[in-house]
């Protein structure tokens, strides 16, 4: 099995932009889809980006996602930041046997 | 969409437990389902998908041959029964739908219900 590692937590302020990394241990980052997941605190999560960086319907285009190859990284960046994005967020992607989270990253607006 | 969770509770160390999740605001048998869990505290875990056929399905090895995920589509319901539960069981269980008919594995959960807590203890 493989291994989704994400920074524990990550801080910003609001109307700013940041990015979380998603980095995968083995096998291929672009060969395999990746999904990003928020949680807000006390809720259910909800679905932000899927298949590396396509957005449902209803998520706002200041959530986008990317991958790049060279570092085997998914990464999520936030732009325009505001207070009820903070949340943990989840990366998520799959292997022929199994379907993996990372551990989450904690994003604090201040 | 709406789906409902039920069905947690508290439950002693290799005994039984079936979740339940009602499903509606959508064709509940054109779409492949999962549960996914949270221990308290952590992050989330990939437990089991369905499709639309008995055989076309997903188990995380941890709960490979203790749990059984099904449905029954004349009530738009899924299931999840849970034998030989452990401590490590505990955790909230979110009923999910994927984002196709077929459980592959590029599958993707695009909606999520509001979860059911298990606690598994003496």
């Known amino acids: 099995n493989f291994v989704l590692t994400q920074p524990h937590s990550v801080s910003e302020s609001p109307g700013k932009m940041v990015t979380i990394s998603c980095t995968r241990s083995s096998g291929s980052i672009a060969g395999n889809y990746v999904q990003w997941y928020q949680q807000r605190p006390g809720s259910a999560p909800t679905t932000l980006i899927y298949e590396d960086r396509r957005r449902p319907s209803g998520v706002p285009d200041r959530f986008s996602g990317s991958i790049d190859s060279s570092s085997n990284s998914a990464f999520l960046t936030i732009s325009g930041l505001e207070t009820e994005d903070e949340a943990d967020y989840y990366c998520?992607?799959?292997?022929?046997?199994?379907?993996?989270f990372g551990e989450g990253t904690k994003l604090t607006v201040l | 969409v709406q789906l409902l969770d039920s069905g947690g509770g508290l439950v002693q160390p290799g005994g039984s437990l079936r979740l339940s999740c009602a499903a509606s605001g959508f064709s509940f048998n054109r779409y492949a389902m999962s549960w996914v869990r949270q221990a308290p505290g952590k992050g989330l875990q990939w437990v089991a998908s369905?499709?639309?056929?008995?055989?076309?399905?997903y188990y995380a090895d941890s709960v490979k041959g203790r749990f059984t995920i099904s449905r029954d589509n004349s009530r738009n319901t899924l299931y999840l029964q849970m034998n030989a539960l452990r401590v490590d069981d505990t955790a909230i269980y979110y009923c999910?739908?994927?984002?196709?008919?077929?459980?592959?594995?590029?599958?993707?959960?695009?909606?999520w219900g509001q979860g059911t807590l298990v606690t598994v203890s003496s």
């Open positions: 998520q992607s799959y292997d022929r046997r199994s379907r993996v």
């Open positions: 369905l499709g639309g056929s008995p055989t076309n399905t």
């Open positions: 999910a739908r994927n984002d196709g008919f077929q459980v592959v594995s590029s599958s993707w959960i695009e909606f």
